[in-house]
């Protein structure tokens, strides 16, 4: 069985602040690991995944997330965020059975001016 | 390329009324998903398709809960009858060959 966790409900921050969005997982064998965003009245979008390779993932927009395998962390980070990364965070575990996703409860990422 | 289609976007019935949601995956993605989001919380899935046949439903409540996908494309998901904590976002989903798994707009249902 797996879970996942997302420490933080909500996160408010100001507009050029870093920002940091805690996610820690479970499983008992080998993962896939996602984050999605999504904004109000739509559907989910990949944000970034980890498949394999290199523990430090990166997304177009400049969130970055690194897969800790001791700490069974996959957290997401953000040097400095904009009014528009406003929006609901959700961090996804996979395993064996591809697509077939286990979602943390999400976090609220509100960026104040 | 086309993303995964949804209809409707809203629907908003009685309870003990029944409903249909429709699905369209991305060509030539075998695996469909169907997903409950109940607010406040993340999606959680009900059932998995690959290509017409259902690899698990575990999670789907199946005396109201019936899905199924039509020769290994477009899916449907029906609830009869309905009840208020069936009201939440219906997200389909589809993946290929790939850990990924790629989302549709999502049906708001709303059971007053």
């Known amino acids: 069985a797996q879970s996942v966790t997302q420490l933080d409900s909500q996160v408010p921050v100001f507009e050029e602040a870093p920002v940091e969005l805690r996610c820690n997982y479970s499983?008992?064998?080998?993962?896939?690991l996602f984050w999605y965003v999504q904004y109000p009245n739509q559907g989910l979008q990949l944000l970034l995944k980890?498949?394999?390779?290199?523990?430090l993932v990166e997304s177009i927009n400049g969130f970055e997330a690194e897969f800790n395998k001791s700490q069974t962390s996959f957290h997401l980070r953000k040097p400095s965020v904009h009014i528009s990364d406003t929006a609901e965070y959700f961090c996804?575990?996979?395993?064996?059975?591809?697509?077939?996703?286990?979602f943390g409860q999400g976090t609220i990422l509100t960026v104040h001016p | 390329e086309a993303g995964v289609a949804q209809s409707p976007r809203y629907k908003i019935i009685e309870k003990r009324q029944s409903v249909a949601f429709w699905c369209n995956p991305i060509?030539?993605?075998?695996?469909l998903y169907w997903y409950q989001q109940i607010l406040g919380q993340g999606p959680k899935l009900l059932i998995q398709?690959?290509?017409?046949?259902?690899?698990?439903d575990s999670q789907l409540p199946k005396d109201r809960f019936s899905a199924e996908r039509l020769k290994g494309v477009d899916s449907t998901l029906k609830i009869q009858p309905a009840k208020l904590e069936d009201s939440a976002v219906y997200l389909c989903?589809?993946?290929?060959?790939?850990?990924?798994?790629?989302f549709g707009q999502g049906t708001r249902l709303t059971v007053v």
């Open positions: 980890y498949l394999s390779g290199s523990t």
């Open positions: 996804a575990v996979g395993g064996t059975s591809y697509g077939k996703l286990t």
């Open positions: 060509s030539g993605h075998a695996t």
């Open positions: 989903a589809s993946s290929r060959d790939s850990p990924e798994a790629f």
């Open positions: 398709f690959q290509n017409n046949g259902v690899v698990d």
């Open positions: 499983s008992s064998v080998s993962v896939y």
